[in-house]
């Protein structure tokens, strides 16, 4: 279950880290899975105990993947053929074409913008080879000299690294209390009170907002950053 939300800002902060944790222990086995499958799809299904076997008894390590090459051909027709969008009125809601079509265009813009980066294809590839895959939608200053902002859509860095609510049941993940996403980035130092006094002033900015906030924890010699959105 969701933890309820309290009002103190350290309360708040144990609260989210607690339901990171909750969430990231619970979908861990289909994590697992996730890159079990992907492996033996995409590189090997020859474990290193199977490896070591062979070996053994002088025996080739040999392997025939009929799995790589459907999975791959539908891959390819995708990417030749990806889906796209229509915007449409609300039945008896009075809307102006010309309204329709300036959504619908400026929505097939911002899918094309990801799709530059491989996103329709790559959420595909997933959902093939590992079972499941997830879209991201932010926004970005226009570029470093204006406030301006834009809206982009995005494959997730790795979809192991998302999470939700345990008790959303949708597909599409809209019933979740919160969501969050883990993302590596550069770290330069591995102290640990370092680490601490960041977690520190960032629950300390953390408001009762529907904004995205960091938060950063020590893994190895680096940093790993999650956003954390509540709906």
């Given at each position: 279950m969701v933890d309820a939300v309290?009002?103190?800002?350290?309360?708040?902060?144990?609260?989210?880290?607690?339901?990171?944790?909750?969430?990231?222990?619970n979908?861990?086995?289909?994590?697992?899975?996730?890159?079990?499958?992907?492996?033996?799809?995409?590189e090997t299904a020859i474990t290193q105990s199977d490896e070591a076997a062979l070996n053994t008894m002088g025996k080739p390590i040999l392997e025939f993947n009929i799995t790589n090459a459907p999975i791959s051909r539908l891959c390819g027709e995708f990417s030749k053929q990806m889906p796209s969008i229509e915007v449409k009125a609300e039945d008896g809601m009075p809307v102006e074409p010309e309204?329709?079509?300036c959504v619908e265009n400026h929505l097939r813009h911002i899918?094309?913008?990801?799709?530059?980066?491989?996103?329709q294809y790559n959420i595909y590839k997933d959902q093939l080879g590992g079972g499941f895959s997830g879209w991201k939608v932010v926004t970005e200053y226009a570029h470093e000299l204006t406030n301006?902002?834009?809206?982009i859509a995005r494959r997730v860095y790795e979809p192991t690294l998302v999470g939700f609510d345990r008790n959303a049941r949708?597909?599409?993940k809209e019933d979740s209390e919160y969501c969050y996403e883990f993302y590596p980035t550069p770290f330069f130092g591995s102290?640990?009170?370092?680490?601490f006094a960041i977690?520190?002033?960032?629950?300390?900015?953390?408001?009762?907002?529907?904004?995205?906030?960091?938060?950063?924890?020590?893994?190895?010699n680096g940093m790993f950053v999650v956003h954390v959105l509540f709906f």
């Open positions: 309290p009002t103190d800002n350290q309360a708040q902060f144990k609260r989210i880290k607690r339901n990171i944790e909750t969430s990231f222990t979908f861990r086995k289909n994590n697992d899975r996730f890159h079990k499958f992907f492996k033996i799809v995409f309204v329709i079509e899918i094309d913008e990801a799709n530059k980066h491989n996103a301006n902002q834009k809206i949708a597909a599409s102290s640990g009170l370092r680490i977690l520190h002033t960032l629950s300390g900015m953390f408001v009762l907002l529907v904004f995205v906030r960091q938060f950063g924890f020590n893994r190895r």
